[in-house]
Every structure is written in structure tokens, then in C-alpha cells.
Nanobody, 124 residues
Framework: QVQLVESGGGLVQAGGSLRLSCAAS????????MGWFRQAPGKEREFVAA????????RYADSVKGRFTISRDNAKNTVYLQMNSLKPEDTAVYYC?????????????????WGQGTQVTVSS
């Protein structure tokens, strides 16, 4: 079983930055693809970014390309999401997810493990 704990959310003004972290335990972290998803009120949970086992492959949603960067530190069992140039439409609960495939997958259904989420609010 994989446990995931997100941190780093908060309130930021438009144009600002935040860095989310997700600490994993319970499985060999370097054998997990990691993803970030988000869910705004009244909307479906959507893919944001994903990274493969050793970070050699990354994928991003079109809406965040050039603004968000996903990275991982396998020595710390942690994945990060650096979010720059934040917009009010980025406001959502952000979830970390893990999958044992090499991927990294982009589909919500492909991820087996989920964190509890961290709130990100971007004010205009």
C-alpha cells in the first residue's frame, strides 16, 4: 500500500508562485510513476502533470504547459509541482497520485493511489 501526503497549498495572488510537495511511503518510490491532478468546485478531477520513475519523462496538461514544472527526488521519496504565473482558474484542490507502471500515465483511472489533497486558491 502506498501512502501519499501533499503539502504546500495556500492562498496566492494572480501571477504568484507556489510549490506543492507530495511525500510517499509504503512502496519503492523509484518504481512509481507520480502524477498531479486537480479538482475545482463543480468540476471533474483533471490531469495536471506526471513524471516517470526516474524523471526521464514528463507530461503536462495544455493549460499548465510553460507555467508548471513537475519534478521528483527519489532520495527523499517526494514529488514536487512548481507552479508559476498562477491564474484564478488554477484554483482547485490538488491531488498527488501514484501508479506502478513506467508511464507516466495521464488518465485518472490509471492511478491506484491518491493523497487527500491540498487547497490552492489564486486571487485576482
Amino acid at each position: 500500500q502506498v501512502q501519499l501526503v501533499e503539502s504546500g497549498g495556500g492562498l496566492v495572488q494572480a501571477g504568484g508562485s507556489l510549490r506543492l510537495s507530495c511525500a510517499a511511503s509504503g512502496w519503492a518510490f523509484s518504481r512509481l510513476s507520480m502524477g498531479w491532478f486537480r479538482q475545482a468546485p463543480g468540476k471533474e478531477r483533471e490531469f495536471v502533470a506526471a513524471i516517470s520513475w526516474f524523471g526521464g519523462s514528463t507530461r503536462y496538461a495544455d493549460s499548465v504547459k510553460g507555467r508548471f514544472t513537475i519534478s521528483r527526488d527519489n532520495a527523499k521519496n517526494t514529488v514536487y509541482l512548481q507552479m508559476n504565473s498562477l491564474k484564478p482558474e488554477d484554483t482547485a484542490v490538488y491531488y498527488c497520485a501514484a501508479d506502478r507502471s513506467t508511464g507516466p500515465p495521464m488518465g485518472r483511472a490509471e492511478y491506484d493511489y491518491w493523497g487527500q489533497g491540498t487547497q490552492v486558491t489564486v486571487s485576482s
